[in-house]
Each structure stands twice: as C-alpha cells, then as structure tokens.
Nanobody
Framework: QVQLVESGGGWVQPGESLRLSCAAS????????MGWYRQAPGKQRDLVAT???????EYADSVKGRFTITRDNADYTVYLQMNSLKPEDTALYYC??????????????WGQGTQVTVSS
C-alpha cells in the first residue's frame, strides 16, 4: 500500500506565499517523477510543476518565476513553494508521484488534495 499525504494549503491574500508538502509512504522501491497538479471548480486538472529523480523540472507557464518545486529523495517528499500568489491560483492542489513497488512495477499515485484559496 502506498499513500501520498499533502499539507500546507490554506487561505492567503494576493501577493502572499504558501508552501505545500507531500510525502509518499509505504513499500516503495523508487519514485521517478513527483509533482503537483491543480483543479479549479468546473475546470480540468492541470499540471503545475513536476520534478524527476534527477531533478529535471517542468512548470506550467502560468506559474514560472513564482513557484518553485523541490524534492527530497531520501524520504520521498516533494515541496511546492508558491510566491506572489494570485486569485487565479485558487484551486485544489493534488500531489502526484510515479512510484515503483515490489512485485507491482511502476504506477501513478495521487494525494487527496489540499485547498489553496487566494482572495482579498
């Protein structure tokens, strides 16, 4: 069994910052790519940022220069530092990880989501 547990969401005013964290736990052989997606009400789930085990990065154009993704390979944790937040960043943020488990091979896993609300 594998779990992704997110933390760090909340309500902030425009221009402020938040840091999201997500830790993978369970019987894990390796984690290749980790990252964050978000889904606003009535919209599809979109990529925010991902990072590979070799730390190659991918960002949505809308967050480049404002968000920074990092990871700790030792404990399968990924972070998203979000600065200069805007109302359009309001969404449910989902942690994602591509995880290899003993006997099961690699599969995609998702967290339950953490709400980020940016409003004055």
């Amino acid at each position: 069994q594998v779990q992704l547990v997110e933390s760090g969401g909340g309500w902030v005013q425009p221009g402020e910052s938040l840091r999201l964290s997500c830790a993978a736990s369970g019987r894990i052989l390796s984690v290749s790519r980790m990252g964050w997606y978000r889904q606003a009400p009535g919209k599809q789930r979109d990529l925010v940022a991902t990072i590979s085990s070799s730390r190659s990065l991918e960002y949505a154009d809308s967050v480049k220069g404002r968000f920074t993704i990092t990871r700790d390979n030792a404990d399968y944790t990924v972070y998203l530092q979000m600065n200069s937040l805007k109302p359009e960043d309001t969404a449910l943020y989902y942690c994602y990880a591509r995880i290899s488990r003993p006997y099961y091979g690699a599969a995609d896993y998702w967290g339950q989501g953490t709400q980020v609300t940016v409003s004055s």
